[in-house]
């Protein structure tokens, strides 16, 4: 965070006013407990964050998964639809090459 401080033992320290324009950046309405319980939230965060990078060097490339991922999707292919008198064919009730299904709603409109 652009405020953040770092103590000689690398603790980040941020502040309760930063939280306050952390929430109003992200328009949360924090109250005072609230800001007060977060801060020192948000400082355990970011150092969990900074201890891990610290562990990773440079040789190890930045990833989001442990494992590769693949696609695992089929390729789309293009067939032929259903014709209106094939979809139609098994319907109970059809009108004007539609489906024809009980009104829910009134005139009321």
């Known amino acids: 965070m652009p405020g953040s401080r770092t103590s000689p ?3 980040v320290v ?3 006013d930063e939280v306050a324009h ?12 609230e800001l007060d319980h977060l801060a020192p939230q948000l400082s ?8 891990i990078s610290a562990v990773a ?3 190890v490339p930045p990833t989001s998964h442990a494992l590769p991922l693949t ?7 293009i067939v032929p639809g259903l014709t209106a008198e094939q979809a139609l064919a098994g ?5 004007q090459q539609r489906f024809s299904v009980p009104r829910i709603l009134g005139d009321e409109q």
């Open 9 to 11: 033992r690398d603790r």
């Open 14 to 16: 941020v502040s309760r």
């Open 22 to 33: 952390l929430a109003d950046l992200a328009r949360i309405d924090l109250s005072d407990a």
């Open 44 to 51: 355990v965060i970011l150092e969990s964050v900074a201890s």
């Open 57 to 59: 060097g440079d040789d």
């Open 71 to 77: 696609n695992v999707f089929r390729e789309d292919v």
């Open 91 to 95: 319907a109970p009730a059809q009108e």
